[in-house]
Structure formats: structure tokens, C-alpha cells
């Protein structure tokens, strides 16, 4: 069974730009999230989507935005870059049930720099 | 509101010496625990996890965490480390049990860095 695969694995973007990544989940798997990692703040999370439908937010401006499509694969969006955008995005994926059995697998992250 | 706290960023072991990362965490619903480990240029891999029942949980590559629900911590522990142990470790929160919430939002620690020793 695959992972989860995040593309691209690599990004240099510079000021002012905008940026997709993209995430497909494991398959079978309703729920993608996503977390910025940083050395400064650590891994923070960004927005869980489920069933195409955003069902929980973390605390990051609008220009951060994310949508999931109909077969689960999700985009982020990140709009407007600044410098403080450049991390690692990491990806997850789960079943999305309210269970004790759930478990959260992730990808590799994409490395986002932004100059 | 809920944090998660590594003490120590950095632990240092000799091969074959006991690991002790610890992980304390405050949370307002009794919370589901987990400890994942991060290869450099990787994603993060699911060590162990605590939901209910046994306080003592064991999981992959030899690792164990107990829950102290007194002390409110989750330290992770493995009796010998090895050379392939060095890597980053996070604690994390889960408030599953929340309504409203889900296990897609965990709460992490800063991480604590493994470093093993020859």
C-alpha cells in the first residue's frame, strides 16, 4: 500500500509569490491534515480537511488556505509569500473516525524556501 | 488549553546505554499520548501510541513510554540504543476524546534530538 505522497519535494519561491502543494493520502484514507514545521516555532498545524469539507483550523492568517478534492488528494495554497513561509509542510493522513484504533501517517513534507 | 513539553532538546547516549526522552503534557480532557520519530529529510514515523487501558505501551524498534497520569507525563524509553536511534523524537496531544475535535489536530513538543554515540 502506498503512502502518503507530497509533491513536490522541493520549492523555491521568492517574496510576494504564491504556492500550491499538493498531498495524496493513503488510500482509503478520508482526512489530510497539514502542519508548517520550523526550527523557531516547531511543528504547528495548519488545517485538517474531511470528506472535502475543512473540519478543524490552527491559528495562520488566510493566506493560508487548503481545499480536499473528491478522491481525498488535498492542495494548500499559500499566497502573498513572505520570508517566515519557508518550512517544511508535512502532510497526514488517517481514516478521520473518532476511534481509538485511528493513527496519523505522513509524508515527507514538501521543503518550501522562500528568498 | 493543552501544551506538550520535551525536556532536553538534545540527549546524548552511548550505544547499548538506556534512552530516557521525556514528555510532559497538560491537557483539559484526559488526552491520547503519542511519541513519533523524525529521520533527517523525512516525514514523521508513529512510534507509540496511548489511548486507554495499559499505561505501559509498547512500540516499534524496542521503544516503550509509560503514562503517569499523576505526574502527567509520557516518557519514552529503550533499555540499549543503536547507532539507527539517532533522530528527532516529538511528543505529542491528541484530544480525540474532544468533542469537536479530532485526531488530525495533534498538539507536538519541540522535539528532542537523539544523538547516539559509538
Known amino acids: 500500500k502506498a503512502g502518503v505522497t507530497q509533491t513536490p519535494r522541493y520549492l523555491i519561491k521568492t517574496r510576494g509569490q504564491q504556492v500550491t502543494l499538493s498531498c495524496s493520502p493513503i488510500s482509503g484514507h478520508r482526512s489530510v491534515s497539514w502542519y508548517q514545521q520550523t526550527p523557531g516555532q516547531g511543528l504547528q498545524f495548519l488545517f485538517e480537511?474531511?470528506?472535502?469539507?475543512?473540519?478543524n483550523k490552527g491559528n495562520f492568517p488566510g493566506r493560508f488556505s487548503g481545499r480536499q478534492f473528491s478522491n481525498s488528494r488535498s492542495e494548500m495554497n499559500v499566497s502573498t509569500l513572505e520570508l517566515g513561509d519557508s518550512a517544511l509542510y508535512l502532510c497526514?493522513?488517517?481514516?478521520?473516525?473518532?476511534?481509538?484504533?485511528?493513527?496519523?501517517?505522513f509524508g515527507s513534507g514538501t521543503q518550501l524556501s522562500v528568498l | 488549553a493543552q501544551s506538550v513539553t520535551q525536556l532536553g532538546s538534545h540527549v546524548s547516549v552511548s550505544e547499548g546505554a538506556l534512552v530516557l526522552l521525556r514528555c510532559n503534557y497538560s491537557?483539559?480532557?484526559?488526552?491520547?499520548l503519542f511519541w513519533y520519530v523524525q529521520y533527517p529529510n523525512q516525514g514523521l514515523q508513529l512510534l507509540l501510541k496511548y489511548t486507554t487501558g495499559a499505561t505501559l505501551v509498547k512500540g516499534i524498534n524496542g521503544f516503550e513510554a509509560e503514562f503517569k497520569k499523576s505526574e502527567t507525563s509520557f516518557h519514552l524509553t529503550k533499555p540499549s540504543a543503536h547507532m539507527s536511534d539517532a533522530a528527532e523524537y516529538f511528543c505529542a496531544v491528541s484530544l480525540l476524546r474532544d468533542r469537536g475535535s479530532t485526531l488530525g489536530r495533534l498538539y507536538f513538543g519541540r522535539g528532542t534530538q537523539l544523538t547516539v554515540w559509538p
Open positions: 491537557s483539559s480532557v484526559p488526552p491520547y
Open positions: 497526514a493522513s488517517s481514516l478521520g473516525q473518532p476511534t481509538t484504533n485511528e493513527k496519523l501517517f
Open positions: 480537511y474531511f470528506s472535502e469539507t475543512q473540519r
